[in-house]
């Protein structure tokens, strides 16, 4: 079975600097796709940014970049510039494409962006 | 084009009760998929519905049921509800699902006393 492990519960970062969000993962399927995903404290998840398992670059989408090392089977988010609206949980997610396609999620990191 | 909404927002029931939560879809998007979130275990994936029919399920007891309707709204029900049941309830939807983006309602938080 697939398994999703965040490290870190919390981490804090100053206004405008960038902050890296550890993410691994264990599978043995050689298809799968990792997501990660914003929480406000008002429940919504919010998709951040996407990443195949046989994606030759890392994917990035606007201030956000994800550090995809499939050796160490690692996929880190990066958030560049924080901002205040960006204090929240994020979650990392898995799924196996070539499988039934049901998502495990990490236990999440809460981000706490100050001015 | 409107997202994800979900009815009620907040839920007050207390332990035998069952309940029905609502979420309907973006325009278009024929999976819906559930979740349970809680602090003690997290996001757990409930079941996927597509085009009316149950395509995948988690590790749920009988009490957690859904359904979809053709204009891909979908229910989830809870029957004999227990304390554990207590959890902010999510749903998602994408087009047909598989390794698609899947979009989040803000969720119903249930509360059962």
């Known amino acids: 079975a697939q398994k999703i492990t965040q490290t870190q519960p919390g981490m804090f970062v100053q206004e405008k600097e960038a902050v890296t969000l550890d993410c691994t993962y264990d599978t043995s399927d050689p298809s799968y796709g990792l997501f990660w995903y914003k929480q406000p404290s008002s429940g919504e998840m919010i998709f951040l940014i996407y990443?195949?398992?046989?994606?030759?670059q890392n994917a990035t989408e606007g201030r956000y970049s994800l550090n995809f090392q499939k050796a160490r089977k690692s996929a880190n988010l990066v958030i560049s510039a924080s901002q205040l609206g960006d204090s929240a949980m994020y979650f990392c997610a898995m799924i196996l494409t070539g499988g039934s396609y049901i998502p495990t999620f990490g236990r999440g990191t809460s981000l706490i962006v100050h001015p | 084009k409107a997202g994800v909404t979900q009815t009620p927002r907040y839920l007050i029931k207390t332990r035998g009760q069952q309940v029905t939560l609502s979420c309907s879809p973006i325009s278009g998007h024929r999976s819906v998929s559930w979740y349970q979130q809680t602090p003690g275990q997290g996001l757990q994936f409930l079941f996927e519905?597509?085009?009316?029919?149950?395509?995948n399920k988690g590790n749920f007891p009988g009490r957690f049921s859904g359904r979809q309707f053709s204009n891909s709204r979908s229910e989830m029900n809870v029957s004999t509800l227990e304390l554990g049941d207590s959890a902010l309830y999510l749903c998602?939807?994408?087009?047909?699902?598989?390794?698609?983006?899947?979009?989040f309602g803000p969720g119903t938080r249930l509360l059962v006393l």
């Open positions: 998602a939807s994408s087009l047909v699902g598989g390794e698609e983006t899947q979009y």
């Open positions: 519905y597509f085009s009316e029919t149950q395509r």
């Open positions: 990443q195949g398992s046989y994606d030759q």
